[in-house]
């Protein structure tokens, strides 16, 4: 009984922990890629660190402004509901939860915190933030597809839907971005993360320039803060979900063979990873411009959605059943 | 005791209309008689290998019952699908009622008479055994919605739901005929069928005249106008617990009556039988182009019409499958379906109630003034969209780990995609009626319509912390048609492919909530009114007349996407089934001349084929 | 930890993460973007344009305010939540500048809201704003950026010289009596 | 028709510019004539104060892009409160200067219905744009005599 609790509470403290580094590390990406932009604009650019500054800075703000309770949960199910879908994911193939749920649980877990935040963006009445929540369900429905299309691809070729076992599966086999057609499928997915991560050019539901960050645009402060939280941590889930789907995970050495070492090398090697997917965004970022969102929503159905298709047909032919 | 119930819940019909001068006590005496068919699921449940609690057995039921009316015979008995799908109509059916009390004021008897004959047809043909009574209790249903349906007094709802209602009985009773040809039995027990053509076009006639009720794609057209026209209490029984007969119907007849090894000896295709493939994908259909249409809708009530179709179709969708996983995520998501959508209709009924309007570009910013219907609604709406916090999400998961597992690569990116058009209209609802700029000084719905809600919030929250329970409830039923139940415990089902344990995500959800809540406690903060809104440095005074509510065609680039394929798609439709109507009615009218004459021809040229036909066969 | 330390910390925090909001009403918005871009970057010093004055801590008042604007100035500062400092750009909100005998705009901005650091010129140069935002950094550093704290302390005077303004007519100035100064 | 041609007193000043003085009852029609003779264009109204004279001087500028040519319609009125006949009928863009014009100058154009508050919100004095409005005082007297937020 003692030592049941005993392990409970280390499972509680190491997922505790790892959410930390999670948000740290989002926290050091958002740093990263505004350095990066920097650069590629030819400026000096703000520290890696400015990311922790601004958080802190806002949770540190001396007087918040609320629109009422329904407001207040943006803040609470952004924040909680990111963590939770991060829990899910097997990170550099240590799995916190991930055994627990599966590729579908996730999908549905990273809609929590979108379907908070615009719970409060709505609460605000600001018209500009209710413009922004459209934008964004609609970018939402637009680029889920081609990434769907992809998933249900490897989860059939697979024959499993659980994230965990699809890491396994490409440390003992290859990863599947070295597959020819997966490697099509990491492209068209790929496309899809530029959506999710709102990163030109799909960020029209928070484009500054025209509705003034759209939902964000009533929110201040702590509150900021934590929808700061969840959009660093988002970029973490996100890209952790594309090197655990394509390029797995990031284990390159057997858990049972080497012991903690291969612990320490695969989460550098999944966060050098990560870390790339992440910057091939934020350089298309800086080089593009804005997609209407009709028009996204074109792209990504007739173009990203057709690959997509050819990879369906492709799997569903050859697939022996 | 079956007799008295049956009795009583007719005795109830005339009990009521005859209090028809004193709505609120005809109210109090239609809540009391709807009670009895939850006491008969009750009473039903250790036979189905549930215990309950002893006190809550009012009184004991025979399992089978016979009743000997001269030219046929009534067979009925409870079965674990019938008791199944008894227990959704029995839980939903009181709390309706007792939401009407408030709701109804015009010719109110006449409501709860109708209703009540609904359920007493619901509940025999629940029973029913065989095809005769099976129709009776089925036309008994069926009209008594017609007389629902009628007091809308929109008169293409009446016409619709009449034309397709008539489809429907003539679709099932040509089914019938031909099994009876096929079998020569009216018992369910005694038709062994076999694989031959006849029996391919028996079933086939069945499903399309179920689907009428289910509302699947092409058999949909009457659901928008019937579920948007008549009073919210009769639509949530409607959509929330009738709309599943048509799924009752479907799954006894194919895995009950005609059974999987006949279904499968048709012809499979990648491990499914082509039957249920194409089954699941008209469901599929159904689910994307009933979110689609959904989301585009400005009537809260076609809205919530549209997204009630799109959800059926997940049922079809696992019916056709046919797997275990299939069937529980079926019978899961009919179980969600019939709550939360009863829930989001009453919800849509207290919030007319207060407010008078149904558009919802016409509402706002109810969620202050209405707190705990928006609280119920917004419970519902994470079960609509499947959000992890409520059972919605368990029965959707079972479904794509189904579609997963049989390899429906089209299919299953479908579903995926219908999902997340929910969350579209899903926000729309939230947004338009609830959030925002406060347009309505109004007081919290009544008590006596928000008990309802949230007493059919409570099952969603129940079966999110213990799906396992539900795949036990629903175990018979798949040991009835040769199938095993999925592997599971009270807290995690485990379907092969995944697993999925509802504690790691309810904890991991309230530790992320705790965090979060200290984070964000950590400094204070004041509420600000409303008006006090950034918007470009204009002082909000100006916006007071034109308002900051920006409700109005909320999907706008949505509509300029899809609208050009649905909409125009859906009006040439109707329109060739007008023009051949037309052509039919003109061709009829031929033959209706007035003339007396003409008549007596046809009434000899009539007799003259019976005598040919009787002397020549 | 101390309290004083962790108020340090936080001054430190908040002094090198400053965004801003502009109000672009002047011709003074024409020397924003050379200080934000390559030339002069002013995100190396952690200052960052927001689109919302929900957002922001600084609050950018770029040239002349004609009575009409300086509503939403009001408007867009008291949305601002605190601490928020407020940088004067150009002669035009000192004293009126070219505009000084204009019967529509105001002559010194920090009669109607605080304002913590003024940049002189007509127009001031991309160096000499940047060398305003580290002075604002200096002050907030050594805590003397208190515009906000003047703001609610001396509330009803700034209220009452806005009013004045916006009505384009001087009221009677009430002297302050003793009762009102122990209240504030 | 050229406009030299449909007024025979017009003045051209120099070429493509042509200067029309009417009287104030006249200026509907001419408005019309000139609209009918293609000059389509309504550029702008702008107002003149001559103090002295005691008169404002509207000018009402056209444009035919046929000719090229540019026509100001000069109607003088007296200061003191005389009323002008709205032309919004003719060309509708007239209604926005005609704002413009009653709030900086205080004339009034009968048949705008929307001669009220327009740019400058809540001005309670003589009409600012008028030379008898003396700005200096007027800026002296309030701009400068608004107190300085006392510290104590």
Known sequence: ?321 | MLTEVLVSLLAGVFLVLALNKYPRVAGVVAFIISLLPFMAVLAWAGTMGITVPSYLKFFTLETSLTYNLGPGVIHLAITPLGWFFLMLLASVFPLTVMFANSFVKRNAGGFYAAMLLTMFGSFGLLLSQDILSFFIFWEIMSWSIFALVLRGHDRRAIVSYLAFGSLSAMLILFGFMMLYYKTNTFLFADMHLTATPLTLAALSLLVAGFAVKGALMPMHAWAPHAYSRSEEPFVAFLSGGLSKLGFFGIILFMYGVVGMSVISSWGTFRGVPWFGYALAVIGAFTAFAGTVLAVMQDDLRKLLAYSSIGQLGYIAIGIGIGTPLAMTGALFQALNHTFFKAVLFLAAGAVFYRTGKWKISELGGLGYKMPFTFLAALFAIFALAAIPITSGFAAKWLLYEAAIQKKFLFVTPIMLIAGVGAFLYAFKILYGVFLGEPRYDVKEAPLSQLIPMWLLVLPLVIFLVIPGWFVDITAPILRGYGMQPIQHTLFSINTGLATYNTLAVIFGMLGGLLVAFILYKWKKQEVVPHIDNYLAGEPPELYEHIGMHASSKYFEPFDEVFGPIFKKGAERGWEIVLSAAEILGTGARKIYTGIVGDYSIYVLLFFIILVGWWLLW | MKHEEWKKISRIMSKRSLWMVHFCTGCGAMEMPPVMTSRYDMERFGIFAMATPRQADVFLVTGYLAVKTLKRVVQVYEQMRDPKYVIGFGSCTINGGMYWDSYNTIKDLSKYIPVDVYIAGCMPRPEAIIDSFLKLMDMIDKGEAIGWQKYRKYYDQYKRNQKMAFEYRLDEVKPIKEDDKNES | MKAKELFPDAQELRKGRVRIELDKEQITDALKKLKENGYTHFVMLSCVDWIKEGKFELVYHMWSYEYKEHVMLSVKINRDGEDVVSNRELFPQIETYEREIHEMFGVNFVGNPRLGEFILEGWPHMPPMRKDFDTEKFVKDLYYKIPEVNEE
């Open chain 1, 1 to 321: 009984m003692v030592m049941e609790i005993v392990d409970i509470l280390e499972k509680i403290l190491i997922l505790a922990g790892m959410v930390t580094l999670g948000f740290a590390i989002g926290m050091l990406f958002n740093g990263i890629a505004r350095k990066v932009s920097a650069r590629i604009q030819n400026r000096v650019g703000p520290p890696v660190y400015q990311g922790f500054i601004d958080v802190f800075k806002l949770f540190g703000k001396k007087t918040n402004i609320s629109h009422g309770w329904i407001f207040d949960l943006a803040a609470l199910f952004s924040v909680s509901g990111i963590a939770l879908a991060f829990l899910f994911l097997p990170v550099a193939g240590y799995s916190m939860l991930s055994t627990d749920g599966d590729l579908f649980l996730i999908l549905y877990l990273l809609a929590i915190p979108a379907l908070g935040f615009a719970l409060g963006a709505g609460a605000s009445g600001n018209p500009n933030a209710a413009v922004g929540v459209m934008r964004a369900l609609m970018s939402m429905l637009a680029y889920e597809l081609p990434l769907v299309m992809v998933m249900v691809a490897m989860m059939v070729y697979y024959n499993t839907t659980s994230l965990a076992n699809i890491v396994a599966a490409q440390a003992n086999m290859q990863w599947a971005f070295f597959i020819p057609i997966f490697f099509i499928g990491a492209l068209v997915a790929d496309m899809a993360l530029q959506g999710m991560l709102m990163e030109k050019p799909f960020d029209i539901p928070i484009a500054p320039h025209e509705i003034a960050t759209g939902p964000m645009v009533e929110f201040g402060g702590k509150h900021l803060g934590a929808l700061m939280l969840y959009k660093m941590m988002g970029t973490v889930v996100e890209t952790t979900l594309f090197v655990d789907l394509f390029l797995g995970g990031g284990v390159v050495l057997s858990v049972a063979q080497y012991g903690w070492l291969a612990y320490l090398v695969n989460f550098a090697v999944w966060f050098v990873l990560i870390l790339i997917v992440f910057l091939i965004a934020v350089m298309i970022d800086n080089v593009l411009p804005r997609f209407r969102i009709e028009q996204a929503l074109k792209f990504y159905w007739k173009y990203d959605a057709l690959i997509a298709i050819f990879i369906l047909i492709w799997i569903f032919a050859g697939v022996k059943i």
